[in-house]
Structures are given as structure tokens and as C-alpha cells.
């Protein structure tokens, strides 16, 4: 299991819908669970079918298309941004999040700390809407604020998708942080930019392909140096660990996604890479450590349904 110290280091984080020692507040939404709850209004009753479509819409997705608007409000502001004031069950959460940006500050010269919200139910954004906890957990360009209902885990390792463990939830937040590395170097700009002016949907999805791929690449860079620190670092990696982040990568690959569905496998519709790819890419970032190897999905001499790593 991912090692965190004790009294390990945390900040930029915030707490919304959520009373300090984690105790919510605000009126309760049903989010969909694996422990048997009804899916929230967000999924429309869908079910099992309802979590599929929202991992394809925003799981790992970035948000880089934007957020529905007018799916909840609000809930309020609550809680602290150091150690002493962070929840037990959240503290995990807020001390990855900070280590993932520890490294990359210390990687990129011109790198600005992202904040991570923790909300219960639903929440208002500073430019990508209003979302639920339905949403699953997603990155805002626009504010450059991580969004996370930590319930959402619960749906990850559960029965559908059986990505359970510290690591696949490590790996979700470093995912999201490298979208906001993919901001601050300009690559999120760009890919966008390409797909303002795309003639085609397969091109546009295309781009985003490329776009995910990185960041689960890039998401493997920092694990990579996590899992050789020694174990009296604030967050270490231990036995185990990368298989989970390999399984959490797997079961969000587009095609896995559209077989739980009942659908046929269609890679034009994808727009997050297959269970192989996002595997793979993954690997390279653990094995190479080098954010650099990382712009290899941008390599259009491949399809973006069939880039690997060389």
C-alpha cells in the first residue's frame, strides 16, 4: 500500500459540502455506489450502464471540453489547508495530492501549484460549471482546480470496474495533475486550438486520445520516483502499488468500457486510449521516470487509437 508519514506536509487543498473532521454537510445526493445505492439524478437511474457513461465522459477525463452546466450548486466552503485541520479519511488524499505537486515544481521551472477541491454531492467551478458527485473526479483549465468527491472511490473498486486500493487512487489524482501540467506548458492549449479548427468528431477525438495518454505517461513520471524514495519520505510506494495503478488503467481503457457496456468495440468513438494503451503509456512513465518520453503520443505518423510507446 502507498506509505504515508505521518504528519506528513499538505496544502492547497480545500473542502467543500464537508464539516472539519469530515462529517458532511448540506443536503445529501446519491452518487452511484457498489455498495448497492440507487444512481444519482445525474445518471438518470441508468445504473451500472449510468457509471459507464460518466467514467467515459469525465473519468480521468481532464475536463477539457468543459463541464455540463446546471447539474447542482454550490454546497458551501469548510475546513483547512494544513495537516492538523484535514479529516483522517481525506488526509491520504490531500497528501498525494501535495507530493504529486512537490514533484512537479521541482521538475518544471515555471510550474504553478493547482488547488485540489474535495466536495460532497455537487459543486460550482470558476469557469467549467456546476457538476455531481456523478461526475467522477476531473481537472478545470479554467480555474485550474482539481474536483473530487472521495466517495467516487468506492465506485472504482467496486464490483463494475474492481480497481480497488491505495495506488489506483493515487493514480486517479496524479492523472488529473498531469492535466494541469498538460495546462501550465501549453500542450492543453494547443490541443485545443487543433480541435476548434478539426473538420471531423474522429479528429477531435483523436487529439484527446493523444491528450489522456500523456497524462497517464505523465502520471506514471512521478510514480516512478515515489517508488524509489526511502520509506522516511512523506509518500512512498511499497510492493504492489504500480499493479494497482496498472489495473486502475486498465479498467478505465475505452474498450473495456464499451464491453461492460454490451457495445461493440468501436476505437473511432474512443476518446481515452485502450486498456493496452493507457497501460502501456502508463509503464513507460514508471520505467523511464522522463516527462519528456511522454510527448511521444503526439507522434501522428500512428493512429491515436493505436499509439504505443517506442
Same mark, same amino acid.
Given at each position: 500500500?502507498?506509505?504515508?508519514?505521518?504528519?506528513?506536509?499538505?496544502?492547497?487543498?480545500?473542502?467543500?459540502?464537508?464539516?472539519?473532521?469530515?462529517?458532511?454537510?448540506?443536503?445529501?445526493?446519491?452518487?452511484?455506489?457498489?455498495?448497492?445505492?440507487?444512481?444519482?439524478?445525474?445518471?438518470?437511474?441508468?445504473?451500472?450502464?449510468? /457509471?459507464?457513461?460518466?467514467?467515459?465522459?469525465?473519468?480521468?477525463?481532464?475536463?477539457?471540453?468543459?463541464?455540463? @452546466?446546471?447539474?447542482?450548486?454550490?454546497?458551501?466552503?469548510?475546513?483547512?489547508?494544513?495537516?492538523?485541520?484535514?479529516?483522517?479519511? =481525506?488526509?491520504?488524499?490531500?497528501?498525494?495530492?501535495?507530493?504529486?505537486?512537490?514533484?512537479?515544481?521541482? @521538475?518544471?521551472?515555471?510550474?504553478?501549484?493547482? @488547488?485540489?477541491?474535495?466536495?460532497?454531492?455537487?459543486?460550482?467551478?470558476?469557469?467549467?460549471?456546476?457538476?455531481?458527485?456523478?461526475?467522477?473526479?476531473?481537472?478545470?483549465?479554467? &480555474?485550474?482546480?482539481?474536483?473530487?468527491?472521495?466517495?467516487?472511490? &468506492?465506485?472504482?473498486?467496486?464490483?463494475?470496474?474492481?480497481?480497488?486500493?491505495?495506488?489506483?487512487?493515487?493514480?486517479? /489524482?496524479?492523472?488529473?495533475?498531469?492535466?494541469?501540467?498538460?495546462?501550465?506548458?501549453?500542450?492543453?492549449?494547443?490541443?485545443?486550438?487543433?480541435?476548434?479548427?478539426?473538420?471531423?468528431?474522429?479528429?477531435?477525438?483523436?487529439? @484527446? /486520445?493523444?491528450?489522456?495518454?500523456?497524462?497517464?505517461?505523465?502520471?506514471?513520471?512521478?510514480?516512478?520516483?515515489?517508488?524509489?524514495?526511502?520509506?522516511?519520505?512523506?509518500?512512498?510506494?511499497?510492493?504492489?502499488?504500480?499493479?494497482?495503478?496498472?489495473?486502475?488503467?486498465?479498467?478505465?481503457?475505452? &474498450?473495456? /468500457?464499451?464491453?461492460?457496456?454490451?457495445?461493440?468495440?468501436?476505437?473511432? =468513438?474512443?476518446?481515452?486510449?485502450?486498456?493496452?494503451?493507457?497501460?502501456?503509456?502508463?509503464?513507460?512513465?514508471?520505467?523511464?521516470?522522463?516527462?519528456?518520453?511522454?510527448?511521444?503520443?503526439?507522434?501522428?505518423?500512428?493512429?491515436?487509437?493505436?499509439?504505443?510507446?517506442?
Amino acid at each position: 500500500m502507498v506509505k504515508i508519514r505521518r504528519g506528513a506536509r499538505v496544502r492547497d487543498v480545500e473542502y467543500r459540502g464537508r464539516a472539519r473532521g469530515g462529517r458532511a454537510t448540506g443536503l445529501p445526493f446519491p452518487m452511484p455506489s457498489s455498495r448497492g445505492g440507487k444512481a444519482g439524478a445525474g445518471l438518470g437511474g441508468a445504473g451500472v450502464l449510468g /457509471i459507464i457513461v460518466v467514467v467515459v465522459i469525465s473519468l480521468l477525463g481532464g475536463g477539457e471540453g468543459g463541464l455540463p @452546466t446546471g447539474l447542482g450548486a454550490d454546497v458551501g466552503v469548510g475546513g483547512g489547508t494544513d495537516s492538523g485541520e484535514v479529516a483522517e479519511e =481525506n488526509f491520504f488524499l490531500a497528501a498525494v495530492f501535495t507530493d504529486v505537486q512537490d514533484y512537479w515544481e521541482a @521538475t518544471l521551472p515555471d510550474y504553478r501549484r493547482a @488547488t485540489m477541491v474535495l466536495f460532497l454531492d455537487s459543486v460550482s467551478t470558476d469557469g467549467c460549471g456546476s457538476a455531481t458527485s456523478a461526475s467522477g473526479p476531473f481537472y478545470c483549465p479554467a &480555474d485550474e482546480h482539481v474536483y473530487l468527491d472521495d466517495d467516487f472511490f &468506492d465506485v472504482l473498486a467496486g464490483p463494475q470496474f474492481g480497481a480497488a486500493g491505495d495506488f489506483a487512487q493515487a493514480y486517479v /489524482i496524479a492523472h488529473e495533475v498531469a492535466h494541469h501540467v498538460q495546462t501550465v506548458t501549453g500542450v492543453s492549449g494547443e490541443v485545443r486550438r487543433r480541435q476548434a479548427a478539426a473538420s471531423s468528431q474522429a479528429e477531435v477525438n483523436a487529439l @484527446t /486520445i493523444r491528450l489522456e495518454l500523456q497524462a497517464d505517461c505523465l502520471a506514471g513520471t512521478w510514480a516512478s520516483v515515489a517508488a524509489r524514495r526511502p520509506a522516511s519520505a512523506d509518500v512512498t510506494l511499497e510492493t504492489g502499488d504500480l499493479e494497482e495503478g496498472l489495473r486502475a488503467a486498465e479498467v478505465v481503457g475505452d &474498450d473495456r /468500457i464499451q464491453e461492460a457496456a454490451g457495445q461493440q468495440v468501436t476505437p473511432h =468513438n474512443w476518446t481515452h486510449g485502450s486498456a493496452e494503451q493507457r497501460q502501456a503509456w502508463f509503464t513507460l512513465g514508471v520505467n523511464s521516470g522522463d516527462p519528456t518520453r511522454c510527448d511521444g503520443t503526439f507522434d501522428e505518423s500512428v493512429p491515436a487509437t493505436e499509439i504505443m510507446p517506442r
